[in-house]
């Protein structure tokens, strides 16, 4: 699928039978060429989306909603418009349609044969309709996001049986920062598949961006370049934005991946300057800008490769020397700022963490469990410099004590009853290069943590087996929800390697400690129900505030998941009726005992109104009025009861 060559299209039979392994033993069939698929597949079983019938839950933006989606989006829809149009006039008369929806999937406009246009109604392939992976599993415009790449999803491909009769292929549209603005895709009958769609759709979506760049930076200095002199003013020329002090601010997609070996990455962007890229002065460039000329010109590379460039000077000159102050913008939420909702503990971890950012200095995270201690170590090795290397998660508690010393150090051919024929290189030197998480790491059994020493001090690894040591590179994160200074002092914890891995150690907030609920609370809503606009109701919001929250941030994420699961697809308010039921006993327990801030609002008699307000609305059917309050018929009962008593 993404990226792949098209010619590798799953046959039927591959998909009959990988579909019937992943559904029902969660098995992956290998399928070379077919890896953006299964990984797909698997984050739809994740989501708990029924593969046939009818899928509820699906949301539907309001008239409203979609309103506010395309004012959003305005720049973007005029200049994908008529880029569609011409896509349009290319794909007429084959029974499709072209669409373009935003980074959350939601169709923002839609442009297509009336016959076609009759059949994708009927599954929702319309403005407002919200195509995100969440709610629709594997389908082009949703698995592009979620692969940051351009896919088919053809017929069987499709995770939801109903949409089978889709042939779709989605590109998705980047700013000049990298930031995904949403997708472009072209969605027909099956039968009418046809293998240049997708490098005509990627062809559109890469004009889009250009429109898009030179809307952006029309005012400034911008450098075309290429490796044949032919090739600048065509799609796929490098685009670079330079802002007069010289800082790269702005490189389309082709200026990344072929610049990003001489350190231009979509995070730096605002952040380097442009002659670590070019090998080109500032005076050079000065001139050049003051003699502008439309003939491309031969210039030289950071690393010696020779390009062609055409330098457009914009309105304002590039100073003469590069000035060393901060970069003029700073256009780029890195993942670690992606985590800041206003908590005090929570900023000053992020700080202390962009301390060591990139520096050999081993992280250890020490909080209760779910308080995000993976999510952060994710988003420390996506902020830093080794973010393009591999990410390596271990959870030591979830492994066997006879296989960790395996999975970790790797094995030779041979080395133990049951080994891999070839033996495996372990997981620390799949990590060469990038960053080992060791989740858990106070369950780790004292043996392995003498060997785990052994290799952080000599920086190589040795297989079980034997074998010629290895030399390793990687970043080191452990996490614990145990305090290991305790495991320390009790015996259980090896106090060599508690001062090895702890060059600093972050302890990260108890969701009841944190001050940033309601800004939280709402950014987890809109990433679990984008453009839905949900909100929690303010009596709810209070009995939030005033919750011990045991579970953490896994508990309130999944608590929310399930609600808005559970929600109309027009209701916007979430409210106790949409709550799980453990936890709006919890919640309406809590209330009594808590002086929460406004004291009126009876939460039990509040709940108690609702249930009342429901039954009456059910004609007193228990059984739909159970459906409509997200509770059991068992526990309406018990209310019920309680409400008389
Ligand atoms: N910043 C966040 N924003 C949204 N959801 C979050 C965030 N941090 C954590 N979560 C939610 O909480 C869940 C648990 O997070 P994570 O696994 O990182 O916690 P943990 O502290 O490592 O837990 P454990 O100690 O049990 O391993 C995540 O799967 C996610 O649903």
């Known amino acids: 699928m993404a990226a792949s060559p098209v010619a590798a299209r799953a046959t039927p039979a591959w998909l009959r039978e990988a579909r019937r392994a992943l559904l029902e033993s969660g098995a992956v069939i290998d399928g070379p060429g077919h890896q953006g698929l299964l990984r797909s597949w698997q984050r739809s079983l994740g989501y708990g989306l029924p593969s046939t019938g009818r ?133 027909g009958d099956h039968r009418g598949y046809h293998p240049h769609t997708l490098g005509l759709v990627r062809s559109a979506a890469r004009m889009i961006e250009h429109r898009l760049f030179d809307t952006r930076h029309g005012g400034g200095l911008r450098l075309r370049l290429h490796s044949q002199a032919e090739g600048i003013g065509t799609l796929t020329e490098m685009l670079l934005a330079v802002s007069p002090e010289g800082w790269i601010v702005g490189a389309n997609a082709q200026a990344l991946t072929q610049l990003g070996s001489l350190g231009l990455h979509q995070a730096d962007i605002g952040q380097i300057m442009v002659d670590r890229v070019l090998a080109l002065d500032a005076d050079t460039l000065h001139g050049w800008c003051l003699r502008p000329s439309s003939a491309p010109r031969s210039l030289k590379l950071g690393d010696g490769r020779a390009v062609w460039a055409r330098i457009e000077p914009g309105r304002q000159m590039p100073g003469r020397a590069p000035l060393s102050a901060k970069p003029a913008t700073v256009v780029h939420r890195d993942a670690l700022a992606e985590l800041d909702s206003g908590d005090p503990l929570m900023q000053a971890a992020i700080t202390r963490a962009r301390c060591v950012l990139g520096k050999p200095i081993a992280l250890l995270l020490q909080g209760e469990t779910g308080v995000g201690k993976e999510v952060f170590a994710r988003a420390v090795h996506a902020s830093g410099p080794r973010r393009d290397a591999p990410w390596v998660a271990v959870n030591c508690a979830a492994l066997p004590e006879s296989l960790i010393e395996a999975e970790l150090f790797g094995y030779r051919a041979g080395a133990f009853t049951g080994a891999h024929r070839d033996g495996a290189p372990g997981r620390i030197r799949e990590a060469q290069g990038g960053t080992l998480f060791l989740d858990e790491i106070g369950d780790m059994p004292l043996a392995v943590q003498g060997r785990l020493l052994r290799v952080l001090q000599e920086r190589q690894v040795t297989p079980l087996g034997g074998g010629k040591p290895v030399a390793v590179d990687f970043a080191l994160i452990c996490a614990s929800h145990r305090r290991l200074r305790d495991e320390m002092q009790a015996g259980r914890f090896r106090e060599d390697l508690y001062y090895r891995i702890n060059g600093l150690i972050l302890q990260l907030p108890a969701l009841r400690e944190r001050q940033d609920l309601p800004a939280l609370t709402e950014s987890m809503l809109a990433r679990i129900a984008p453009g839905r606009g949900i909100a929690l109701a303010p009596d709810l919001a209070r009995a939030f505030a005033g919750h011990r929250w045991p579970g953490n941030l896994r508990q309130l994420h999944n608590a929310l998941q399930t609600a808005c699961a559970l929600m109309a697809d027009d209701e916007t308010e979430l409210g106790w009726g949409h709550l799980p039921d453990d936890l709006a006993e919890d919640l309406s327990a809590d209330a009594p005992s808590k002086a929460v801030a406004d004291t009126d609002a009876d939460l039990r008699l509040q709940s108690d109104q609702l249930i009342t307000r429901t039954v009456q609305a059910c004609a007193g059917n228990l059984s739909e009025a159970a459906r409509r309050l997200g509770i059991s018929r068992n526990t309406l009962y018990r209310k019920l009861k309680t409400a008389a008593a």
């Open 55 to 187: 899928v509820a839950d699906a949301p539907h933006a309001s008239a409203a909603q979609l309103q506010r989606a395309q004012a959003a989006q305005r720049e973007l829809m005029s200049h994908a418009r008529p880029v569609m149009e011409f896509l349009f006039e290319q794909t007429r008369d084959s029974d499709s349609m072209v669409i373009l929806a935003d980074s959350q999937g939601m169709l923002l406009q839609a442009l297509g044969d009336a016959h076609f246009v009759n059949r994708a109604e009927r599954v929702a392939l319309r403005p407002g309709a919200i195509w995100h992976e969440q709610w629709r599993g594997t389908n082009a415009i949703g698995t592009a996001l979620a692969e940051q790449a351009a896919v088919v999803v053809h017929g069987g491909e499709h995770y939801l049986a109903r949409n089978g009769f889709l042939t779709c292929t989605a590109a998705p549209i980047v700013d000049s920062t990298g930031r995904l603005l949403g997708v472009l895709d072209v969605s």
